[in-house]
């Protein structure tokens, strides 16, 4: 019942670039809130690797990079490793729900 | 550093409530405007935010689960716990409890190892 919505998978051979979209709503990503971007791998805690739609947080290489327009927000991935090689979640705050919304989740396969 | 670890059962019966505890250390609960929130993954599924409580006490949860829920904290123990009534099988899941502050727009920074709960008779 995810209320942002990001492509189930997206691949790309090593040193490529791949992005991952996150579409909401004016409830949510289109609203003051900003949008957070986590890295998940197997049996592990998530980890922020974008935050406030475009901040790195430090130790994150700069090979990510965060936007947002209007609805929708983005996570690229510049010069692809196979340590990327993980689930990703998009996440913002929604007036309407008056609570945190995660994205559907994508896979990032490296080729 | 703040750690946070979650606690409870790994085995709950169908109809039966679940109880979970996250303890946090490194750092006092109370101090610091911060949120304490319950995230969980179902099996093959994506993330999804359960609620939060904030250090005054007071709560938010998901619409969609609040009718079940209840996040509480107890400030002595550094902790604060779960319960999560009329469990099925689609409540099976890693649980995660989260900090994330006003500061911080609801980034969740610190993070459990995240505790799987069944739910199977």
Redesign the interface.
């Known amino acids: 019942?995810?209320v942002l919505t990001q492509p189930p998978s997206v691949s790309g051979a090593p040193g490529q670039r791949v992005t991952i979209s996150c579409t909401g709503s004016s409830s949510n990503i289109g609203g003051t809130?900003?949008v957070?971007w986590?890295q998940?791998l197997p049996g592990?805690?998530?980890k922020?690797v974008m935050?406030?739609n475009s901040n790195r947080p430090s130790g994150v290489p700069d090979r990510f990079s965060g936007s947002k327009s209007g609805t929708s927000a983005s996570l690229a991935i510049t010069g692809l490793r196979a340590e990327d090689e993980a689930d990703y979640?998009c996440?913002?705050?929604d007036s309407s729900?008056?609570?945190?919304?995660?994205?559907?989740?994508t896979k990032v396969t490296v080729l | 550093q703040v750690q946070l670890q979650e606690s409870g059962p790994g085995l709950v019966k169908p109809s039966q409530t679940l109880s979970l505890t996250c303890t946090v250390s490194g750092g006092s609960i109370s101090s610091g405007s911060y949120y304490w929130?319950w995230i969980r993954q179902p099996a093959g599924r994506?993330?999804?935010?359960i609620?939060?409580i904030y250090t005054t006490g007071a709560t938010?949860?998901?619409?969609?689960l609040k009718s079940r829920v209840t996040i509480s904290i107890d400030t002595s123990k550094n902790q604060f716990s779960l319960r999560l009534n009329s469990m099925t099988a689609a409540d099976t899941a890693v649980y995660?409890c989260?900090r994330d502050s006003p500061s911080?727009?609801?980034?969740?920074?610190d993070?459990?190892?995240?505790t799987l709960v069944t739910v199977s008779s």
């Open positions: 019942q995810s809130y900003g957070h986590y998940h592990t805690a998530p922020v935050y406030a979640y996440q913002s705050y729900l008056s609570g945190y919304v995660f994205g559907t989740g | 929130n994506g993330l999804e935010w609620g939060r938010n949860y998901n619409p969609s995660y989260a911080t727009n609801g980034r969740f920074d993070w459990g190892q995240g």
